[in-house]
């Protein structure tokens, strides 16, 4: 059966909020990475450890969203979940973030870690080594990001 024109336009916005949101998500959780850099700036002379969880935790909950809002994409999409299921770069686009949120384990292990010597220490700064060990994970979270928007182009246009 054929939609009505009314039910393709309530299709159209219904694909177009959801993108949006999906977009949003994905600066958030750009945003949140790039704070928890700029909080362990080697340079500050202390690390806030809670605003630092915090973040973290928006990451994370952002992480949780984007999938939920990019299953229902694929579930409802005008393009057909084939679309979808069927294209190997977005199957390389779920690859890589699923090996960025891999790679975003580190860190938040490391925050709650952090967070509960911080509980029994009120002076307690995590030891440089650490802080370094945590970079390079963001940093390697921030690789697979360039990446994302590269394969959702690429797949958007059927490549």
């Known amino acids: 059966m054929a939609l ?3 039910d393709s336009v309530k299709t159209m916005i219904a694909d177009f909020i959801l993108a949006w949101m999906h977009h949003l998500c994905f600066l958030g959780m750009a945003a949140a990475l790039a704070m928890q850099w700029t909080l362990l700036n080697p340079a500050r002379p202390s690390i806030p450890l809670a605003l630092l969880g915090r973040t973290d935790a928006w990451y994370g909950s952002l992480a949780m969203l984007i999938l939920a809002i990019g299953a229902a994409r694929v579930a409802w999409a005008p393009k057909g979940a ?3 299921l069927d294209n190997p770069v977005f199957w390389a686009k779920i ?3 699923l090996a ?3 790679i975003s384990a580190l860190p938040t292990i490391n925050y709650l870690r952090w967070r509960q010597q ?3 220490d009120a002076d ?3 030891a ?3 802080v370094s060990k945590v970079r390079k994970a963001i940093r390697l979270q921030f690789l ?3 990446a994302l928007p590269i394969l959702a182009a690429a797949m958007a246009r059927g490549v």
């Open 82 to 84: 084939a679309f979808y």
């Open 128 to 130: 440089a080594a650490d």
């Open 118 to 120: 911080a509980r029994h």
């Open 144 to 146: 697979g990001w360039l």
């Open 100 to 102: 960025v949120g891999a």
């Open 4 to 6: 009505s024109h009314l």
């Open 95 to 97: 690859a890589v973030f």
């Open 124 to 126: 307690f700064q995590p």
